[in-house]
């Protein structure tokens, strides 16, 4: 079956650099789109980007994402990036990739890799 399992979050101070990786396994999958969605602490969960995976390299902002997230891919790896460039308490949140398999759906989702930004 499809799997996607995120990884490098973890307890991080303001400044330094970050990349969250979010790997597709399980066979043979061709997806629409894959992104990012992040979850604080009492809140729900929000879009931060996408990219295109097949047809394209197109990418998507959620308004708090532009200008210091970035999204990328490496379709050879079966791998999307998320690299936060520039980042402060208010992006604590579990970061979960998503798939999507064909325009519309069904969406295949990861577990999550928390994020702890303090200083």
């Known amino acids: 079956q499809v799997q996607l399992v995120e990884s490098g979050g973890g307890l991080v101070q303001p400044g330094g650099s970050l990349r969250l990786s979010c790997v597709i396994s399980g066979g043979t999958f061709s997806a629409y789109d894959m992104g990012w969605y992040r979850q604080a602490p009492g809140s729900g969960r929000e879009f931060v980007a996408a990219?295109?995976?097949?047809?394209?390299?197109?990418?998507y902002y959620a308004d708090a994402a532009k200008g210091r997230f970035t999204i990328s891919k490496d379709n050879a790896k079966n791998t999307v990036y998320l690299h936060m460039k520039s980042r402060d308490p208010e992006d604590t949140a579990i970061y979960s990739c998503?798939?999507?398999?064909?325009?519309?759906?069904?969406?295949?989702w990861g577990q999550g890799t928390p994020v702890t930004v303090s200083s």
């Open positions: 990219i295109n995976w097949s047809g394209g390299s197109t990418t």
């Open positions: 998503y798939a999507e398999s064909t325009l519309g759906g069904p969406y295949y």
